[in-house]
């Protein structure tokens, strides 16, 4: 079928990953697309299809996209169509290949790079605009990423094909995936190819993690391949699915002037550097594709503090003290769990309340209270390092709650919004912004933790700013700025006590992205701490976050069965161990089982540290009533390319044999950690485990023949 006339200006080869820039004739613009290379020889630009401005924009001025679009979308506006191609260079060194696109416009140059580093699954794509008219131009959309041509296999439309994958999450819900054909979405295209089909989708505010994750997934099912992305980004997104003809687009970027209230002025020169974007093509399924998108987080990880090599478990007394922590349950707490092998014990929030009335409003002071530690502080984080641990503690310093002095003293210090200051369910929000805030905060928070000797900080977030604060040009651009000053602070606390370890918590999940990631050690996966769901949500994270960062909850009782405790303890393989509850009240049997799994978790932890997983079982559960069974097999890569590490839970669910198929190569059991009833057999490529009752669990591992 012939189509509209465009033709290849380039095509990459990056790790398994076809790069294609297609220019349009006679408009000169600009599309890429991005295929698996095993799919190269089938590739085509036959058909009912335009390429896609690789950089979408719209500045005051100009024209909104055409199609009946305004309101629905701001893709394809008349300022992406005025971009006209001018060069394209190719940078190589030892480690990196960067190919950087240069559009131009009357008013702005836009500069597009794609970067990827050698031996990695992924590319990052970034994309800045400058100024290069000469007066002030108002920006009201820019993405940091466009793949247009989806999916370039065979000249004719195919929606048919097309599923899109989205990870929705909520509070003590992270994660759970939802799929949707291209037809349930309504993209195939109209008999005429007129008017604009679009998904829009994002969040707002200063919860990034909160209805969706800054991630998607184009999948051609037919062909069996996948195309992700991934924003690193900790405020208002968005990511849309975009189609006028037979291929769809896929973009995300900062949440546009409709969805987002973002307005930026760029003043003659200015630059504006869009979010990072991370990009992965691949044959197979979503787990595949997030595999290879998640990779890209390693990167930050170079300089993680030498304590977080090697996994180490942490034990915090939330689920113990319920946010009444004391110098005296404290004390308790640290000689119940000396000796068992955990490395962090974590006073958690509470520690600077009175001990009448709640924690939750009195933050934003942080001066310990003499009623919870008459002996000061000091002595009891001393105690914990003398019982062979690092203390940590639990703060919120971004928000000030409305019962602490602070709230009341510092007005002048928080973000306003219609001229009052802006307020969460009692809380307010520091303008991070703002010289006199970090030096108040340098004096409460980094003071705190040196002077007590801290060496490790739990950050919690609970509030959202939502569209965001009073500014010079918009709520959206102010709340851009407050964000990235935030995360300065992270960086300033790591700069200021070398080697703390710093954990990411906002009401547990809701700043698991790439770039908060990025400035922390770990991050608490979720706020469910007993909860039967934990397994699946912690399995869900895997495909947005490293399960190395991804810190689960294993809360005991003295009242559990050892089932109970076993299937708590397992939770806790599928990233980041950390234990709590009533230790001091466990018997001496359940200590047994207790060690147990820490010893055995040490022995898993190569492979939880680097590896790949799949995910076997129901996906589709209510949380509140699971059914069936899930299995998690992750193979091990790098220096655990030895190793597979097999989670498997059984729900309500009348089988008691589940299966899960192995990677290929010949195995051997090296251990397993389950109930004693629990039996395991290995036949070639496949693993059965056989239980004996509903919510049981077992960890499996095993080495590579060679």
């Known amino acids: 079928m012939k189509g509209p006339s465009k033709s290849i200006l380039s095509t990459f080869n990056f790790g398994g990953q076809t790069v294609c820039y297609i220019l349009n004739h006679p408009s000169e613009t600009v599309g890429m697309t ?98 290069t008219s000469g007066t002030e131009q108002k920006l009201e959309y820019v993405t940091s990423f466009n793949v247009c041509g989806l999916s370039p296999i065979g000249e004719e439309e195919r929606m048919a094909d097309l599923n899109f994958y989205r990870l929705t999450s909520r509070w003590s819900g992270e994660g759970k995936l939802l799929k949707q054909s291209m037809l349930d979405l309504h993209m195939e295209p109209s008999w005429s190819r007129h008017g604009a089909n679009a998904l829009r989708y994002g969040q707002i505010g200063s919860m990034p993690v909160r209805g969706f994750f800054p991630w998607g997934v184009v999948e051609d099912e037919k062909e069996g391949w996948c195309l992700g992305a991934q924003l690193y980004y900790p405020g208002s997104w968005q990511m849309e699915v975009y189609n006028k003809d037979d291929r769809i687009a896929f973009a995300g970027g900062l949440a546009d002037r409709e969805f987002g209230h973002f307005l930026k002025t760029l003043h003659p ?27 890209a987080q390693e990167e930050a990880l170079k300089d993680l503090p030498e304590t977080e090599k090697d996994l180490p478990v942490i034990f915090n007394e939330y689920c113990t003290t319920w946010g009444e922590p004391t110098e005296e349950n404290l004390r308790r707490v640290t000689e119940a769990v000396r ?38 502080l000091k002595k009891t984080a001393q105690a914990i390092r003398d019982a062979g641990m690092i203390p940590g503690l639990w703060m919120e310093f971004e928000l000030a709650g409305h019962e ?57 977030y609970n509030g959202n700013y939502g569209i965001g604060p009073d500014g010079e040009e918009s709520f959206g ?17 790591r700069e200021k006590i070398p080697g703390i370890v710093i954990e990411n918590c906002a009401s547990g999940g809701h700043r ?100 790949r997983s799949m995910r076997y079982g129901r996906e589709d559960q209510d949380y509140n009533h699971l059914k069936g069974w899930q299995g998690v097999v992750r193979e091990g890569v790098g220096d655990a390319g030895d190793l597979c ?62």
Not at 45 to 63: C, F, H, N, P, T
Not at 420 to 446: A, C, H, S
Not at 477 to 493: N, T
């Open 477 to 493: 651009e102010e709340l851009r700025k407050s964000v990235l000053a935030s995360q300065d602070y992270f960086r300033r606390i």
């Open 404 to 460: 602490s002095e602070a709230y009341h003293d510092k007005e002048e210090l928080f973000l306003r919004r219609d001229g009052l200051p802006l307020e969460d369910g009692g809380n307010r929000f520091w303008d991070m912004k703002k010289p006199e805030t970090v030096q108040y905060l340098d004096e409460r928070v980094i003071g705190t933790l040196r002077d007590n000797g801290f060496g490790y900080l739990k950050v919690d």
């Open 34 to 131: 991005v295929f698996p290379t095993a799919l190269q020889d089938r590739f085509t630009l036959d058909g009912r299809w335009m390429a896609d401005s690789l950089v979408q924009l719209k500045l005051i001025g100009d024209g909104y996209a055409a199609s009946y679009s305004q309101g629905l979308v701001m893709h394809g506006s008349e300022s992406t169509f005025q971009l006209r191609y001018i060069r394209q260079t190719v940078e190589e060194s030892e480690e990196e290949t960067t190919v950087q696109t240069v559009l131009q416009s009357p008013r702005i140059t836009a500069v597009h790079a794609l970067r990827f580093r050698k031996g990695t699954p992924y590319l990052t794509v970034q994309t800045c605009l400058e100024n």
């Open 269 to 295: 020169g200015e630059v504006l550097t869009a979010p990072k974007a991370v990009l992965a093509a691949a044959m197979g399924g979503v787990d595949e594709v997030s595999w290879c998108m998640t990779q």
């Open 512 to 611: 698991l992205e790439p770039s908060m990631m990025g400035v922390c050690s770990m991050a608490s996966f979720s706020d469910a701490h007993e909860c039967v769901e934990i397994p699946v949500i912690a399995a869900n994270v895997h495909r947005a976050i490293l399960p190395r960062q991804s810190q689960i909850w294993a809360v005991l009782h003295a009242s559990d069965s050892d089932r109970r405790l076993y299937y708590s303890m397992v939770n806790g393989f599928l990233g980041r161990l950390c234990v709590s509850g009533d230790v001091y009240d466990l018997s001496k049997h359940q200590w047994e089982l207790l060690d147990q799994g820490i010893a055995f978790y040490r022995l898993c932890a190569p492979v939880i540290r680097s590896g």
């Open 339 to 376: 000796g068992h092998g955990f490395r962090y014990l974590v006073i958690d929030a509470g520690w600077y309340a009175p001990k009448t009335g709640p924690w939750y409003n009195r933050q934003g002071d942080w001066v310990p209270s003499s009623d919870r530690f008459p002996s000061g």
């Open 645 to 706: 590490m097999a989670v498997v839970h059984r729900f309500a669910c009348e089988e008691n044999t589940f299966s899960v198929p192995l990677p290929c190569g010949s195995w051997e059991i090296v251990g397993s950690y389950g109930e004693k009833e629990t039996q395991v057999h290995l036949d070639h490529q496949m693993l059965s485990v056989c239980t004996e009752g509903d919510f049981s669990a077992a960890v499996i591992l095993l080495r590579r023949l060679k």
